[in-house]
C-alpha cells in the first residue's frame, strides 16, 4: 500500500535519537505519541527497528522496519537494514543534487524569482492553455526607472537590495498560480494567467506601481523606485509567445 505523506516536526529527542541511530535500535511505538513513525503505528505496528540516513555528518531521513509482535534480533537483520540504508542515502543525495541544479537553471540567484528560462517556459505553457481555453492571458512587463542611478550612487551591493525588495512586493502581490519573473537588469516580467478581463490586468498593473511607491531604505537614506509598464493580453496583442512579450 501507498501511504499518505504526513508531515511532522521533529522534536528535540526525536533528532537525538535518529543521530544515534547508527545500527538497527529497537523502538517501542505509542499509540498515543505515534511521533514521526506514526505511519508504521497506523498499520499496527507496535515495534519498529530505526535506523538513521546520514551524509557527512548531516541527518537526511530514517529507515524504520515496524512489526505486529517482536523484532527480530537487529543484529540478524542489520546488514540488510543497512544496504537499504545505504541505497536510500545515495538516492536522497542524488535527489538533492538534482533538485539544487534545477534551481541553479531555472531561478534567478539574486531574487529566487523564476529566471528567463522558466519564464519562457510557462509563458510557452500558459499560451497553449490559453488557446485551448479560450481565455485571456495578461503580460506586464515592469522596468525600474533609471536604476542605473542607484548603482552609480550607493553602488552595486546595495542596487541589488533595491531588486531584491522589489520582488519581494511583486511576489506579495499575485496569486499563485501568476508568475513573477526577472527577466534581467532591472526588468521583471509577470504573467497572468486566467484573467478575468483586460480591466483586470491595467488594475494590477496599477497595484504594481502602488506596490513600488513605498520608499527603500538603502545605505541609511530613503530611495523611492518608479516603474514603467507595457502591457499585453491574448488574444490580441501576440499570435505567439515571443510576439505577446515582445508587445508588451
Partial sequence: NI??????????DERLLLDQATNPTPVTLSAEEPGLMSPLNGL?????LLLGI???GEL????????NGIPPDP?????????????LAVALS?????????VQAHYDNLTGLPNRFLLMDRLHQEFSRAQRNLSLMGVLFV???RFKNVNDSLGHAQGDILLQEVARRLKKLFRDTDTVARLGGDEYVILLPDADNE?????????????????????????????SIGISVFPGDGNSPEELLTSA
Fill in 54 to 56: 546520514s551524509r557527512q
Fill in 199 to 227: 480591466e483586470h490586468i491595467g488594475e494590477m498593473a496599477d497595484r504594481v506601481l502602488g506596490a513600488l511607491k513605498a520608499p527603500i531604505t538603502l545605505a541609511g537614506a530613503s530611495v523611492y523606485v518608479n516603474a
Fill in 44 to 48: 499496527g505496528a507496535a515495534n519498529a
Fill in 94 to 102: 542524488s535527489a538533492e543534487k538534482d533538485e539544487s541544479l534545477f
Fill in 75 to 87: 543484529h540478524e537483520v542489520e546488514a540488510g537494514l543497512k544496504d537499504v540504508r545505504d541505497r
Fill in 143 to 145: 522596468d525600474l526607472d
Fill in 3 to 12: 501511504l499518505p505523506v504526513l508531515r511532522h516536526e521533529i522534536s528535540d
Fill in 60 to 67: 537526511l531521513g530514517f529507515l524504520a522496519s515496524g512489526y
